[in-house]
């Protein structure tokens, strides 16, 4: 059964970049699709982007000129980065599977917050 | 980008009741459309796919139906690990949205 873990800093300070990494174990991350969400506290949810085989990327609109989600097929591990930082971009972040380029998300990782501060 | 939006944002219900949680899309999506279960500190966790399949271990109780661009989750009879915050998402365009939730209590 596939399972994710996000990693990364807890802490950011504004204007910085912030750098994620999800490892993938119980299956190969180059079949599928790849999806960043994140989730400012008490709220709701925001599809950040996805990749697929480290060739194809799709970002949301809203956070495209900021967002580079990448691949590392020899440690099965997806990345993302954030550049230029607010406190805005506090929030849980999570890694999360899909089966296609329009479709669900499943499964998650259990998610890792950021807080963006100096 | 296709919005989402869920009604009500709270529902207020007792164990044993039916509870019914509405989500619209601004614009047609088909049946691409999906139902999570989120409880505090953890990841959500999909109930419900393409608008009426329920996804494999999910208990009977929950059902997803759709009417044009309105969908619904209906909890047929409420239970103590079904308190949560439930959303939805369209899958429709490249640009997946999610409804802003509707949380049980």
């Known amino acids: 059964q596939v399972q994710l873990q996000e990693s990364g800093p807890g802490l950011v300070k504004p204007s910085e970049t912030l750098s994620l990494t999800c490892t993938v174990s119980g299956g190969s991350i180059t079949s599928y699709y790849w999806s960043w969400i994140r989730q400012p506290p008490g709220k709701g949810l925001e599809w950040i982007g996805y990749?697929?085989?480290?060739?194809?990327?799709n970002y949301n609109p809203s956070l495209k000129s900021r967002v580079t989600i990448s691949l590392d097929t020899s440690k099965n591990q997806l990345s993302l980065n954030l550049t230029s930082v607010t406190a805005a971009d506090t929030a849980v972040y999570y890694c999360a599977r899909s089966r296609n380029y329009l479709d669900w998300f499943g499964p998650w990782g259990q998610g890792t917050l950021v807080t963006v501060s100096s | 980008d296709i919005q989402m939006t869920q009604s009500p944002s709270t529902l207020s219900a007792s164990i044993g009741d039916r509870v019914t949680i509405t989500c619209r899309a601004s614009q047609s999506i088909s049946s691409w459309l999906a139902w999570y279960q989120q409880k505090p500190g953890t990841a959500p966790k999909v109930l419900v796919y393409k608008a009426s399949t329920l996804q494999s271990g999910v208990p009977s109780r929950f059902s997803g139906s759709r009417s044009g661009t309105e969908f619904t989750l209906t909890i047929s009879s409420l239970q103590p690990d079904d308190f949560a915050t439930y959303y939805c998402?369209?899958?429709?365009?490249?640009?997946?949205?999610f409804g802003p939730g509707t949380k049980v209590d």
């Open positions: 998402q369209q899958y429709n365009s490249y640009s997946p949205t």
């Open positions: 990749i697929y085989y480290s060739t194809t990327t």
